[in-house]
């Protein structure tokens, strides 16, 4: 019969999907048809589903609930995604996201991670998307600084992009499933 906690909620405000809402209500006021009435657009759920889709919204702190948008126009330096990994996902954090990495530029890559977990995958090919690194964390501890930081060492310098060093420096066979080397 209370409120929901206020950082419970604000979690559920943070993590929710672009075209969601998020309710609350007491059991004992909660019925069939309310729980099911559908309040979003088919294509919103759609875009939540697809893997390259990073959400929009950027919400403000509350309750020390936050996000971070991480996004650059570079792609991860292979050696140092490996190195940070620690660092970017090792936290009682949600994470989602898209990049890229030097090394293969024609991979659009997947990030998901939560509380500590993490899984990195190959998506195929870019397409008509431009390519890009975004990365959405939420959390409510103090690794901010720690990840941002992480995030922008982890980027590949301009003179590292089309590098052959890149693709010598690329020991993620492993997160990628592939022979790549």
Not at 77 to 100: E, I, M, Q, S, Y
Not at 149 to 173: I, K, N, Q, Y
């Amino acid at each position: 019969h209370d409120a929901a906690p206020a950082g419970s909620f604000a979690a559920a405000q943070h993590l929710r999907g672009d075209g969601a809402t998020v309710q609350h209500w007491r059991l004992d006021t909660l019925s069939a048809a309310a729980a099911l009435r559908p309040r979003c657009r088919i294509q919103d759920t759609l875009d939540r589903a697809n893997p390259l889709r990073v959400s929009g919204r950027s919400p403000r702190e509350d309750a020390g609930v936050w996000t971070l948008r991480l996004e650059s126009d570079q792609p991860f330096h292979p050696g140092r995604l490996r190195a940070n990994l620690h660092r970017l996902a090792d936290h009682k954090v949600r994470t989602r996201g898209v990049f890229w990495v030097a090394s293969r530029p024609g991979s659009a890559c997947v990030w998901d991670g939560a509380g500590r977990q993490l899984s990195m995958g190959d998506a195929g090919p870019w397409g008509a998307r431009s390519r890009r690194t975004c990365l959405m964390v939420t959390g409510r501890g103090d690794e901010r600084a720690e990840i941002l930081s992480a995030f922008h060492e982890t980027l590949a310098r301009p003179d590292e992009v089309l590098s052959p060093a890149a693709g010598e420096a690329d020991t993620l066979a492993d997160w990628f499933d592939d022979d790549f080397i």
